[in-house]
């Protein structure tokens, strides 16, 4: 059936809508294909230049610390300019960085070509803005659903081949191979988005830029490096400090600043404020988990299954495929059933998923292999299906015209949730470990324990829990058959077929 959405400034184009969602969709497997192949490659990056393991983290550490800001800024730039505009910019910056990744001939070099690629986070936030802004109400579950579901898929990819392209050919062709990509994928961009229609002119609220600058950058330091100097070490307090007073400082400037940077009465009102603090938590306890089951796949037995990487890589895919399935078909009964019962069923199906893997830790490896594969795919699945519902939540909540701002605003809140989690993974498996000899190593090494895996997956259990009664506050934005939008004067219910 074809469907036409009437709307104060015209109608949406089916036709534009189904061509944008091929390059929204592609997206995801672009940049998760290009960072997940850099995670094989670190050991090899730290030989060649001869750096410690705490210098080579830098490489991902410069990455997130740059692209945090990034997120936030080119969201109101692209409210402000233009969201299409914004977005090609920020893939510019990331299509530069990752040719001239390849060629970095030190290490000085690779981290100013990431910090360069780090601008290009803020591709993610725009794409949700255009996809919002754009796509018939509709259609919008259903592409924020393949959107989800590529991310995991480009991770499972990415992880293998990563592995394999470093091994046989060396860890720059882990970006000349993806280079390509990226310029094919800012070709289409230009060629077939078009521009948001909403442009919310203004000064660019520069005080308000540094400040985020000061309160977002010591602390992701602080947290980055405190798994190895200590999180009582001085200098972790210190930049804990620091950042805490420059989040007092961005508060005082942004309530008063006239086109302030984050506009606190958008991030404040009840749905968006659920939603950043949801994606924060959740974002916190997927990388937990996500480490846990790294070390789990890769560890020799009794502490693990003893797999290589691409080992590791092959297993997950099970969980990829029901993300896969799980991620659209969601997208597609959420305008029926509801985004608040979904996101819901999802938080309690990863919290059940995850207590029962804390529970039975200690008999999992070696042996339980496809029942430690089995309970991770339905932990992925419950994830999903909260993620998506929690983002279509928020894009129906806030105004077009500030739908950059928000969307901005909620990736930093889940970059600050993915710095948090392999902090925490890494102090726990450091406090619970023991010391194995490996044949191929000439010294003995730490191993986690089942303690920590039990810490971990228990964490994360917890943490879904809690996002469970998080959601029950949301208010609900769609509901048999009808959507309601918040559109910039004032809100409006959509009946879709």
Request: charged share 10%; no cysteine; hydrophobic share 55%.
């Amino acid at each position: 059936m074809k469907m036409k959405v009437a709307r104060n400034e015209g109608t949406y184009d089916i036709a534009y809508a189904k061509r944008a969602m091929l390059v929204v969709v592609i997206l995801p497997l672009l940049v998760m294909y290009t960072e997940a192949m850099l995670t094989p490659a670190l050991p090899t990056i730290q030989k060649e230049f001869g750096v410690n393991p705490n210098d080579v983290s830098w490489v991902l550490t410069i990455y997130l610390l740059v692209g945090t800001v990034s997120v936030a800024l080119f969201g109101k730039l692209g409210d402000m300019y233009g969201k299409k505009r914004m977005f090609l910019v920020a893939l510019g910056f990331y299509t530069l960085g990752v040719i001239l990744n390849g060629f970095a001939q030190s290490f000085q070099w690779l981290l100013v070509t990431r910090a360069i690629q780090g601008f290009g986070m803020a591709i993610f936030p725009l794409a949700f803005s255009l996809v919002r802004e754009e796509f018939p109400p509709k259609m919008v579950p259903q592409v924020q659903g393949m959107i989800s579901a590529m991310f995991g898929v480009g991770m499972v990819i990415a992880l293998p081949l990563g592995a394999y392209v470093t091994q046989n050919f060396g860890w720059r062709w882990t970006y000349h191979s993806a280079a390509p990509f990226a310029i094919i994928m800012f070709i289409l961009a230009w060629k077939v988005l078009r521009e948001s229609r909403y442009i919310n002119p203004g000064k660019l609220d520069w005080p308000g830029a540094l400040i985020l600058v000061w309160a977002v950058v010591p602390a992701l330091v602080a947290v980055t490096r405190a798994p190895n100097v200590g999180w009582k070490a001085e200098q972790t307090i210190v930049l804990f400090v620091v950042s805490i007073i420059g989040l007092i400082a961005l508060y005082l400037w942004e309530k008063r600043a006239d086109n302030p940077l984050i506009p606190l009465d958008i991030i404040s009102s009840r749905n968006p404020a659920i939603v950043n603090l949801g994606i924060m938590f959740a974002a916190f306890g997927i990388s937990m988990m996500s480490q846990a089951n790294i070390y789990i796949f890769q560890m020799p037995s009794p502490y693990g299954f003893g797999k290589t990487i691409l080992q590791s890589g092959l297993l997950m895919t099970p969980q990829a495929l029901v993300m896969l399935i799980v991620a659209p078909l969601a997208g597609r009964i959420m305008p029926k059933v509801g985004a608040k019962p979904l996101a819901l069923a999802g938080a309690l199906i990863a919290s059940s998923g995850l207590g029962i893997l804390a529970k039975y830790a200690p008999e999992l490896p070696p042996n339980h292999l496809w029942a430690f594969i089995a309970m991770i795919t339905y932990v992925g699945a419950g994830i999903t299906l909260m993620n998506i519902s929690l983002i279509n939540i928020l894009v129906f909540s806030v105004p077009p015209r500030v739908m950059g701002v928000a969307t901005g605003a909620n990736s930093l809140f889940r970059n600050f949730g993915s710095t948090w989690g392999p902090a925490v993974a890494g102090t726990v498996m450091s406090t619970y470990y023991v010391l194995a000899q490996i044949p191929s190593v000439p010294v003995p090494i730490k191993i986690p324990t089942t303690r920590a895996y039990e810490v971990l997956f228990g964490g994360a259990a917890t943490v879904y829990l809690l996002l469970a009664i998080l959601v029950l506050a949301t208010r609900e934005v769609m509901k048999r058959g009808k959507i309601h939008e918040v559109e910039n004067e004032g809100e409006k219910e959509i009946t879709v077929g």
